[in-house]
């Protein structure tokens, strides 16, 4: 087996900016930027204008970012695979790591396979519709595009997460309207009545999206209540479905200490996982900012972390 000082599981801005400072280090570093898991570069790659990310005052397009990054980290030296990692074993070290075709040695791991936001399968939602045209899963990242700007917007859910994105799109939209299939909010009860308060923001109670439709972009939705079956077609701008992330750890089978929600914990300013000799860096263990500049800053920490742990233990 090839046995490396460090492997990278997961691309994306926290994979290669690991990478990247790795590489730097001479540490030769592996990455497996996933392939049938996702595409290499993560949930940028499926994302239009990045204009919130330090140093591009015009934007960029998500995939030319990750373009971007790899060919950077490529530069100094990272190896790169686009396979998928199917499962580590982490009771011994060196770790082994397994694809489908071969299995490689790793004196330290880290870990930056990103989370998945949890979509629903709405008519006009999905790839072949209106994503990244008008619905998205990030109101941060999205929310002050000039299509959503004074416009009629959408939300789906109803806890914290929610109405935190439903508040920040206050300051693009004309009106923010929550559609929770409830009759009560999951949220905290003093960001339920932030939501309630809002003179920008209406909720639907008991109420689904089950329709949306536009042009190139989304112009309209069909709002149905699920109690009494009634149906309303609305003008909208967006959608952006608030219902939670998980986080991409099914390889690791447990073997890492992980959040209620699934996120990798890791010991407080730092990359530390509970193994020692595996860090985490990205969406993976941050459930509360899940931004690139963040996902890239904390792949850094990964990297300078596993670099002198390498060192304390002899490997370089």
Same mark, same amino acid.
């Given at each position: 087996?090839?046995?490396?000082?460090?492997?990278?599981?997961?691309?994306?801005?926290?994979?290669?900016?690991?990478?990247?400072?790795?590489?730097?280090?001479?540490?030769?570093?592996?990455?497996?930027?996933?392939?049938?898991?996702?595409?290499? @570069?993560?949930?940028?790659?499926?994302?239009?204008?990045?204009?919130?990310?330090?140093?591009?005052?015009?934007?960029?397009?998500?995939?030319?970012?990750?373009?971007?990054?790899?060919?950077?980290?490529?530069?100094?030296?990272?190896?790169?695979? =686009?396979?998928?990692?199917?499962?580590?074993?982490?009771?011994?070290?060196?770790?082994?790591?397994?694809?489908?075709?071969?299995?490689?040695?790793?004196?330290?791991?880290?870990? !930056?396979?990103?989370? !998945?936001?949890?979509?629903?399968?709405?008519?006009?939602?999905?790839?072949?519709?209106?994503?990244?045209?008008?619905?998205?899963? &990030?109101?941060? &990242?999205?929310?002050?595009?000039?299509?959503?700007?004074?416009?009629?917007?959408?939300?789906?859910?109803?806890?914290?997460?929610?109405?935190?994105?439903?508040?920040?799109?206050?300051?693009?939209? =004309?009106?923010?309207?929550?559609?929770? =299939?409830?009759?009560?909010? =999951?949220?905290?009860?003093?960001?339920?009545?932030?939501?309630?308060?809002h003179p920008k923001i209406e909720i639907l109670w008991n109420s689904v999206i089950k329709k949306i439709?536009?042009?190139?972009?989304?112009?309209? $939705?069909?709002?149905?209540? $699920?109690?009494?079956?009634?149906?309303?077609?609305?003008?909208?701008? @967006?959608?952006?479905?608030?219902?939670?992330?998980?986080?991409?750890?099914?390889?690791?089978?447990?073997?890492?200490?992980?959040?209620?929600?699934?996120?990798?914990?890791?010991?407080?300013?730092?990359?530390?996982?509970?193994?020692?000799? $595996?860090?985490?860096?990205?969406?993976?263990?941050?459930?509360?900012?899940?931004?690139?500049?963040?996902?890239?800053?904390? @792949? &850094?920490?990964?990297?300078?972390?596993?670099?002198?742990?390498?060192?304390?233990?002899?490997?370089?």
């Amino acid at each position: 087996m090839e046995h490396h000082k460090l492997i990278i599981i997961g691309s994306g801005p926290a994979g290669y900016t690991a990478a990247l400072y790795a590489a730097r280090a001479n540490l030769n570093p592996l990455l497996f930027e996933g392939f049938f898991s996702g595409p290499a @570069g993560g949930q940028l790659m499926t994302t239009t204008d990045v204009e919130n990310y330090p140093g591009f005052p015009d934007g960029i397009l998500g995939p030319e970012m990750m373009d971007a990054f790899r060919k950077q980290c490529a530069r100094f030296g990272t190896e790169l695979l =686009r396979q998928d990692v199917e499962s580590v074993d982490l009771s011994k070290r060196p770790f082994t790591v397994n694809t489908k075709k071969n299995s490689y040695l790793a004196d330290a791991l880290i870990i !930056t396979t990103g989370a !998945t936001a949890k979509r629903l399968e709405i008519d006009g939602a999905g790839e072949e519709g209106f994503w990244q045209k008008g619905v998205t899963a &990030c109101a941060i &990242c999205d929310g002050a595009m000039p299509i959503f700007r004074e416009k009629d917007l959408y939300v789906i859910g109803g806890g914290d997460s929610a109405v935190e994105e439903a508040i920040f799109l206050t300051k693009y939209g =004309r009106k923010v309207f929550m559609v929770h =299939r409830r009759d009560d909010l =999951r949220a905290s009860k003093i960001m339920g009545e932030r939501a309630l308060n809002h003179p920008k923001i209406e909720i639907l109670w008991n109420s689904v999206i089950k329709k949306i439709e536009g042009d190139k972009v989304v112009g309209s $939705v069909l709002i149905e209540n $699920v109690k009494s079956g009634a149906q309303e077609k609305r003008e909208a701008a @967006g959608v952006f479905f608030a219902i939670g992330h998980k986080p991409n750890t099914g390889f690791l089978d447990g073997q890492l200490a992980q959040d209620k929600q699934g996120y990798l914990v890791v010991k407080p300013g730092t990359s530390y996982t509970s193994v020692e000799g $595996v860090f985490a860096g990205g969406d993976v263990q941050d459930p509360v900012y899940r931004q690139a500049v963040t996902a890239a800053g904390s @792949g &850094c920490m990964a990297a300078i972390d596993a670099e002198r742990w390498l060192g304390e233990k002899g490997h370089i």
